[in-house]
Structures are given as structure tokens and as C-alpha cells.
């Protein structure tokens, strides 16, 4: 595309400085505004970031001519409504993981990119992450032949945190289980697809905040021990054990920089260092898809998102998971 794909940020986080700051890596792409409940807060972001239109309300920007394309960065509960929204008004839409709360929602917002003929993408950037599209890639081929067991944890110490905020709020959707726990099963399903049985354990807060989960996936052949924590930290680790050797992605693998190959008791690390923080590539994946017209990307597709919010429900369903804002 000769002209820029413009982009406008809801929902002005820390995940959306993050954001933005990608954004400017990305040629092709400009920011020319973003919304916020409070104005202030708007003008003060598009401030810091040289961003032309700042507004208070995040309809505003929805309906704002100068902007293409709608990155949605706010807690879960909104991701649905503010989507659909957006969608409704033309615009193509980026949205922070998970797409939805429950599957319900997921499939209205994919009903509504159809309906609309506008993009859809669910912003899970560790899918796009060149050292994990890497590995999948290994695995596929079977580099370390047929898998028998994948291990993933994601976990931090949050108990320390607002209980009105976004983390520990069982109405914005808090939980680790959305929160962190999403990573941990998107490599799973990425690696060993739908299991064929799901079993899991959860522990909660004194507000009625899910903050540990464990989970196995079985698999004929296969099993994967999954974990999501706000407990205490964890190694943030993920191995994926074959037939013929191991591949590790080290700490923080949901960022990956890099893996391991470990075969015949000889292993070989492999540097795959992102650009920037690593939303650079889910960035530019967004704009290849419209550059061919799409509405679905096909590394990260909505059939991979409602299975994906599928297996979350599955969870919440067998653990007594509850968001009182969406039941």
C-alpha cells in the first residue's frame, strides 16, 4: 500500500504505550488518534506520542474519519461491545486478548467483521513472535518427532494489586485464567490442536478472583501441563518434549527472543531477537491481511480464537469461573 494505514488506540494502558511505541517501527503505519474516558488522559497521551486527534469518548474515534484501522486495549469485559461498535462503523479492528469474555461474545464480534466486510484480528502476539512461529514450524516438521508432552506456565505476584482494578476485578473480567492463562493454552492448541479432554483446578481470591489455575490437556498420544498464577512468580518456561528431543523457549517465553534444540544429549540455542517489544509483528501481519482484502488472518484465524475462547469456557465451567458483568 503507497498510503499509510491509519490507526487509532482505545483504552490508553500500559499495553498501549507499548503498543504505539511498535507502531512506529511499522513503515506503513501512522497514529492519527486515540480515545479515552477521561480527555485529559487522551490529550496527555496523544501529547507524548505527537498524535493529532485526541478524544474523550471512544465513539468519537470510532467514528472519526482520519482512522482505518481500531486498536482496542481496554479491560476484557469491553472488548466485545467496543469491537462490535467499531465494526458497525466501518472500521477494521484490532483487539487485545482475549477477543471476548466467553465464546458468546466471540461469536457475535465475528458475526459482526462478516456483516460489516471489515478485518477482525485477536491481538494474542506471542502467535506472530518469530521464535515461536519458529518452533511451530520445527514441531510441524517433526524436527523432534511426535510429541508426548508440552509444559507452559505464565504466573506473577499480583495479590498486591487494586481489587477495583483490571487484574483482581471479577467485573472487568480479572483472573489469571484470561488474564495469563490464555498463553500457556494458545501454545498448547497451537502445537497439539483441541484436546481431546480438559482437566483443571482453580483457586480463588477473598473477592471471588480466580488467581491460580492448573490445567492438563489430553491428547491420544500426548498430555500438556499448563499453569496460570497470581500467586507467586514462575519460570515462564515453555518445553516441548518429542520422540527424538526437546525444544525449550527460555524465560518469558510468550516474548521469545529465541529457543533451544536439545537432541542426542547435544543442545544448540538460537537467537530470534524481536523488533521492539514484539507487537511489531502482529502489526504487520494486520496490514498484509488488508493489503489482500481479508477478514481473518490465516496465522491466527477467528476459528482459532473461538476455539481458544472455547477452551477458557471449558475451563471457567469446570472451575466455577465467574465475571458477574457478563453472565
Known amino acids: 500500500m503507497d498510503q499509510k494505514i491509519r490507526w487509532g488506540i482505545i483504552g490508553l494502558g500500559k499495553i ?15 497514529i492519527t488518534a486515540v480515545a479515552s474516558r477521561s480527555l485529559e488522559k ?59 469474555i466467553n465464546k458468546k461474545e466471540v461469536e457475535a464480534m465475528i458475526a459482526s ?59 472487568l473480567g480479572g483472573g489469571s485464567l484470561l488474564d495469563v492463562g490464555i498463553y500457556p493454552i494458545f501454545l498448547a492448541y497451537l502445537l497439539l490442536g483441541k484436546p481431546d479432554e480438559v482437566l483443571s483446578t482453580s483457586s480463588f481470591y477473598s473477592n471471588g ?29 515453555a518445553q516441548i518434549s518429542g520422540e527424538k528431543g526437546i525444544i525449550t523457549i527460555p524465560e518469558r517465553w510468550h516474548q521469545a527472543q529465541g529457543y533451544s534444540v536439545q537432541k542426542e544429549q547435544q543442545q544448540e540455542a538460537f537467537r530470534l531477537p524481536t523488533q521492539g517489544k514484539g507487537y511489531f509483528y502482529e502489526i504487520k501481519e494486520v496490514h498484509a491481511c488488508l493489503a489482500e482484502g481479508k477478514l481473518e488472518s490465516d496465522l491466527w484465524s477467528h476459528q482459532n480464537s473461538l476455539d481458544l475462547i472455547g477452551l477458557m469456557d471449558t475451563i471457567r465451567d469446570q472451575n466455577g469461573i465467574h465475571f458477574p458483568s457478563s453472565e
Open 16 to 30: 498501549a504505550h507499548s503498543f504505539v511505541q511498535d507502531l512506529a517501527l511499522v513503515n506503513e503505519a501512522v
Open 42 to 100: 487522551a490529550k496527555e497521551f496523544a501529547s507524548e506520542y505527537e498524535v493529532s486527534l485526541a478524544f474523550g469518548s471512544y465513539k468519537e474515534l470510532m467514528e472519526c474519519e482520519e482512522v482505518d484501522v481500531v486498536y482496542i486495549a481496554t479491560p476484557h469485559r469491553f472488548h466485545a461491545n467496543l469491537s462490535i461498535m467499531a465494526m458497525d462503523l466501518g472500521k477494521h479492528v484490532l483487539c487485545e486478548k482475549p477477543l471476548g
Open 113 to 171: 467483521s462478516k456483516k460489516n466486510k471489515v478485518f477482525l484480528m485477536e491481538a494474542l502476539w506471542s502467535r506472530f513472535n518469530p521464535a515461536i512461529r519458529k518452533v511451530k514450524s520445527l514441531v510441524d516438521n517433526g524436527e523432534i518427532g511426535n510429541i508426548a508432552y508440552v509444559h507452559a506456565d505464565f504466573a506473577f505476584y499480583a495479590l498486591d494489586r487494586d481489587l477495583k482494578g483490571r487484574v483482581l476485578n471479577p467485573e
Open 209 to 237: 478472583a480466580e488467581i491460580q489455575t492448573s490445567i492438563i490437556f489430553k491428547y491420544q498420544h500426548a498430555q500438556a501441563v499448563l499453569y496460570s498464577g497470581f500467586t507467586s512468580n514462575s519460570t515462564m518456561r
